[in-house]
């Protein structure tokens, strides 16, 4: 069980504006910043999205992330079929489950 | 370019140690916040342990008093001695670069990761 709660699946066609949605609490997404990891099948994760909203300089700007209070999303516009993969997010926890929390991993699949 | 490269790992049987190795290139190891990640097959990333610049060390509750996080200035290589393994600390383990905001280490993120190495604890 993850501390931080995301959608297990999601899906889009080439196109298409897909957003993974996910949720904590006030000890982590409520009070820190959030970040987003891509990780392709088969490969290492690799950063997306940094201090909730920022994107390595590598990184399209398909992507994108926000947060409201203890909920976090990213959103990806123009959707690739290269964009299929699971996305990770993660944040800083003040509580016993911390200090580094993960969610669940949300595998989108381009169709 | 700033690099992982991970070594080490393989099969242990319950019980047994094993070290896994990451070493970096475009910076210095000894001068960064690292960090290990591990992900059960078919399973969500899950944080393992943590070393500050200064020394100071951090672990899960899962794996403390089990696992030891060092670097080796020499090499400029992480390492995680992992003692008493259990079947449930099979997976692939990743390195990470922790980048920290300069005002807090609570504002952070992983980048970049190694390629990950797979440790397999059975009988």
């Known amino acids: 069980q993850s501390v931080l709660t995301q959608p297990p699946s999601a899906s889009g066609t080439p196109g298409q504006r897909v957003v993974i949605s996910c949720s904590g609490s006030r000890s982590n997404i409520g009070s820190y910043s959030v970040n987003w990891y891509q990780q392709l099948p088969g490969a290492a994760p690799k950063l997306l999205i940094f201090?909730?909203?920022q994107r390595p300089a590598r990184v399209p700007d398909r992507f994108s992330a926000s947060k409201s209070g203890t909920s976090a999303s990213l959103a990806i516009s123009g959707l690739q079929s290269d964009d299929e993969a699971d996305y990770y997010c993660a944040s800083w926890d003040d509580s016993l489950n911390g200090p580094w929390v993960f969610g669940g991993g949300t595998k989108l699949t381009v169709l | 370019e700033v690099q992982l490269v991970q070594s080490g790992g393989g099969l242990s049987q319950p019980g047994g140690s094993l070290k896994v190795s990451c070493a970096a290139s475009?910076?210095?190891?000894?001068?960064?916040?690292m960090t290990w990640v591990r992900q059960a097959p078919g399973k969500a990333l899950e944080w393992v342990s943590t070393l500050y610049p200064a020394g100071d060390t951090f672990y899960a509750d899962s794996v403390k008093g089990r696992f030891s996080i060092s670097e080796d200035k020499s090499t400029n290589t992480l390492e995680l001695q992992m003692n008493s393994l259990r079947v449930e600390d099979t997976g692939f383990y990743f390195c990470?670069?922790?980048?920290?905001?300069?005002?807090?280490?609570?504002?952070?993120?992983?980048?970049?990761w190694g390629q990950g190495t797979l440790v397999t604890v059975s009988s």
């Open positions: 201090k909730t909203d």
């Open positions: 990470a670069r922790m980048v920290v905001l300069a005002v807090t280490p609570k504002v952070n993120w992983f980048d970049p």
């Open positions: 475009g910076f210095a190891v000894t001068t960064n916040y």
